[in-house]
């Protein structure tokens, strides 16, 4: 039977739907992809897009309208079907004896093919359902409550314990993410897109800050919370969705333990006094002060670029803003309802600023997304665009610039006209302009000719001969080597100004405003150009 022709039968009421039963005798296997696409827009959750694009193959929306199955030729590479552990990201994998429900609603964008994609599908499996874990339980199952809380035994807990979680909560409310705590607390995920399984994550993880990561107490708070009493929630926390028999709260509880580095510590100072040491803001502050400083700060620069973002007006605009004052998370917070290019200098920023899990992340080349990322490597190191090399082939690479949405890139992507597709800008985190002009190759050789097309006393000859010694000195200090040690940035500055006694912007001052008298008699008279 054809596909139209089961939609037929359906449609005359012969049958309650259509679907696939997998089975060991076909070659095709089917994720799927829950909670991640909203009925209304058809907007895909980023973390399911990046399954999406990685997959790249045929795809359809599913008959709930929020979810989304891919179907492609291909077997599991374990016994599992869904993830061990809760990240918010609702996957599964079958190749046999499961029933596929399918609605032919194709995914727009995605292939109309089933395609073959195993390496493809190892490496999702790898990474999300049954990921390396050393030896023994691991550290999540010692995470996990020990028993599952019910409404009648917390009813039971001590009143001494209600009464400390009532002051926990106060302390929660009214800290330096009181306000994001208190949406979250009570029901509401704008935060997070709307997507209710991340924002039981993100509170999580703030409780397992408050209660010093007791998973018991994490799950007896969050069943007081907002988010506990949306439609079907309460539900969902206590059902079994692993096969370990581990339940949705469990997972979500343990990873967000796994996930909190700090905790907080129950009878602190608050009111220590803070001295700023620099020069140039000589004051004390309490940590309460300080935060709130940063806050305003932070929200300053947020609605500054926003308003920037909402009616360009084809200049850029340059935030500068101090260490830790929360300047990044701000402005990446603006690509979770936007399409930005967010530009960094590293993969790990996406571990430090909360909004960017939720961006594309433009991975690198390797074997999970790659069969040659060793040739990318060799060639890409010799200064060359391969992005067309990897398009040829195909790769898992390559689609990945195909998503739609907010994208995170780092600074070697800016050549490429992927960064520039974005429809409502880009955002270039901690600008290094040391990473983004070329490099220039003057040697000592270049130094010497130089020396000889310069007037003899001259402050041009000055500069030239303090360049000259500084990287004799930097080759000394790297061991005598026959090539001077490289010099960069602020390193390069400080060498010169010494080798200056302390005079180097007089030096450069001085030259800013002289001619051609710098210039030997011989080398004024050649032609210049």
Sequence with gaps: MTFAEAQDACRKGAYAGIGFVFSADDPYLGVDLDDCRDAGTGQIAAWAQVIITNLHTYTEVSPSGTG???????????????????????????????????????LAGTPTTVEARQTELSALYTEAIEPTRPRGDGPNRANRPSRRLTARSLSQASSASVSDDQGLLRKAKTSKNGAKFTRLWEGDTSDVQDDVSAADLSLCRLLAYWTAKDAERIDRLFRQSGLYQLPGRAEKWDTVHFADGSTYGQMTIAKAIADQREVYVRGARDDRRTIIPHPW?????????????????????????????????????????PPGSGKSTAVAELGMARDLAYIAERHDLVDSISALPFFHHIQPPSAENCPYYR??????????????????????????????????????????????????????DELNLTKWLPEHKFTQSDLRAALLAVTAGSDAERLLQTVDLALVDAARQAGSTPYPAPLHGRALFAALDKRCGGGLAELVGKLAEGGDDVLNPDERSRPRC
Aim: charged letters at 20%; proline letters at 4%; one cysteine or more.
């Design 68 to 106: 989304v199955k891919l179907l492609l030729r291909a077997t599991k590479p374990g016994p599992r079907t869904r993830p061990t552990k809760s990240d918010a990201r609702h996957i599964e994998v079958y190749d046999t004896q499961h029933y596929f429900a399918l609605t032919g609603q194709h």
């Design 281 to 321: 803001q000589q004051a004390t502050e309490t940590p309460h002060v300080r935060d709130a400083t940063r806050r305003r700060l932070a929200a300053h620069i947020q609605e500054q670029v926003r308003t920037y973002l909402d009616a360009p007006n084809g200049e850029l605009l340059a935030v500068t803003a």
């Design 375 to 428: 040739a990318h490597d060799l060639v890409a190191h010799k200064g060359f665009n391969t992005l067309g090399w990897h398009a040829g082939h195909g790769c898992a690479y390559s689609r990945q610039f195909s998503a739609g949405g907010s994208t995170l890139y780092m600074v070697e992507h800016v050549p490429t006209r992927h960064v520039t597709k974005h429809q409502d800008g880009i955002i270039v």
